[in-house]
């Protein structure tokens, strides 16, 4: 791919979240920024993740997740979880990250955050070096509805607006 297609996509302006999934007791925890609404009706949300990430099997096998939008000061929080696994490190003790227990599904929600989405995997898609999951949000708050996104555009991690 050419370097001006390359600058021309991250040109787009994608929202920094965290990505949660819960297994046998484990949480775990993934910066993700290429995620989006997807359908109104029924409310789907696709997310992007490659498959060597620790995160994606767990979807896979438990078919849930929590999206948890970030906010502007949460940017070492981003740093943090989208560079170690959590094959080798609890990033949620590391961080000392309050959660609180979701709605529906089982994976908890993180607190601090502009919002949280309860997702149920409807269907998963490769595509290129990436898998595509698509989630029903069947719960959510809005309780950070005040706080400034964390966005990433042309590779930094900025504030919205
Ligand atoms: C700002 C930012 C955005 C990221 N977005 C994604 C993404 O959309 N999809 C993905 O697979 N990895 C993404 N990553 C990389 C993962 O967060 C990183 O590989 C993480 O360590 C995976 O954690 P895990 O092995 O515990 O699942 C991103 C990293 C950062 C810092």
Redesign the pocket.
């Known amino acids: 791919m050419s370097s001006e297609a390359m600058a021309a996509v991250r040109s787009l302006v ?1 929202p ?1 979240c965290l990505v949660g999934a819960m297994e046998d007791g484990r949480h ?8 989006s609404q997807v359908s109104h009706n029924p409310l789907l949300v696709m ?4 498959p ?5 099997d ?1 979807i896979v096998r438990t078919g849930e997740f929590m999206i948890s939008i970030l906010s502007a000061e949460q940017q070492e929080v ?2 943090f ?7 080798d490190v609890d ?1 949620i003790a590391q961080l000392q990250l309050k959660t609180e227990p979701a709605k529906v599904i089982r994976v908890p929600r993180i607190s601090g955050c502009v919002a949280n989405l309860e997702c149920r995997l409807v269907s998963r898609h490769t595509a290129g070096d ?1 898998t595509l999951f698509i989630g029903e949000v069947v719960a959510a708050d809005t309780a950070g509805a005040e706080k400034q996104p964390l966005v ?1 555009y042309r590779g930094k ?1 900025v504030k919205f607006c």
């Not at 775990?28 to 995620?35: E, G, L, Q, S, Y």
Request: charged residues 10%; contains cysteine.
């Open positions: 994608w920094v775990n925890v993934m910066t993700a920024a290429w995620i997310v992007s993740i490659a060597g990430r620790f995160t994606h767990m981003s740093n979880c989208g560079s170690r696994s959590g094959r990033k990436h990433m991690t």
